[in-house]
């Protein structure tokens, strides 16, 4: 089946420490995209790809990092110097047309303990 | 700059009663418009979109949306809901020739009620 993966689901980290969030997609899509989810903020854009090896900042990206080595794989890196890092992650993938719809992964919920 | 409202952050219905949940957009030109569904704890998943052709659009689990450029609107509709239906609902605009980026409202809660 075709798809969007994340993983984990859930994840821990103490203050101080660099996580990195995977995201796998199957639907040989050329865009890819990270959210961050805060309750009663709606998705907020943090990083996005067109293709491999570029990407842009989206309106929340100081404290995140992303890479595109391959079509299919977009880590999205949440580093120590993202000072409320705990939220939820959604991460969308589509074939980069403004009519193509995104297709969403799972999300993985993030907490800083 | 482009911005996408949903004016209400709760709906609060009865089952088997009828649903409109509101988007209104700004855009100078004509958009393309998604509505997404969110159960809690997962991904976003398309309900419908629209982005040429007739105004009436059909979706998955019975709903629909209606796109008024007169009104800037683009509201989801079910003429009755079910239980199943309570999750977070979300519309979303592109530009059409521009940036394919959506924009995404700040999201509807839909509670139903036995």
């Known amino acids: 089946d075709g798809g969007i993966t994340q993983s984990p689901k859930y994840l821990f980290r103490k203050e101080g420490q660099n996580v990195t969030l995977s995201c796998e997609q199957n639907?040989?899509?050329?865009?890819m995209y990270w959210y961050r989810q805060d309750p009663g903020q709606g998705l907020r854009l943090i990083y996005y790809?067109?293709?491999?090896?570029?990407?842009q900042k989206g309106d929340i990206a100081e404290g995140y990092s992303v890479s595109r080595e391959k079509k299919e794989s977009f880590p999205l890196t949440v580093t120590s110097a993202q000072k409320n890092p705990t939220a939820f992650y959604l991460c969308?993938?589509?074939?980069?047309?403004?009519?193509?719809?995104?297709?969403f992964g799972p999300g993985t919920r993030l907490t800083v303990l | 700059a482009q911005s996408v409202t949903q004016p209400d952050i709760h709906i609060t219905v009865s089952e088997g009663a009828s649903l409109e949940l509101r988007c209104n957009y700004s855009?100078?030109?004509?958009?393309?418009l998604f509505w997404y569904v969110q159960s809690p704890g997962q991904g976003l998943q398309l309900l419908l979109k629209?982005?040429?052709?007739?105004?009436l659009v059909q979706g998955i689990k019975g709903f629909e949306a209606e796109f008024k450029r007169s009104q800037s609107s683009f509201n989801l509709r079910k003429p009755s809901v079910h239980w199943s239906d309570a999750a977070e609902y979300f519309c979303?605009?592109?530009?059409?020739?521009?940036?394919?980026?959506?924009?995404f409202g700040r999201g509807t809660s839909l509670i139903v009620h036995p």
């Open positions: 969308a993938s589509s074939m980069g047309s403004s009519y193509n719809e995104q297709f």
């Open positions: 639907l040989n899509h050329d865009a």
């Open positions: 790809s067109q293709i491999v090896n570029d990407f």
């Open positions: 855009y100078g030109a004509t958009p393309y």
């Open positions: 629209y982005f040429s052709g007739d105004t």
């Open positions: 979303a605009v592109a530009l059409s020739g521009g940036s394919y980026i959506p924009t």
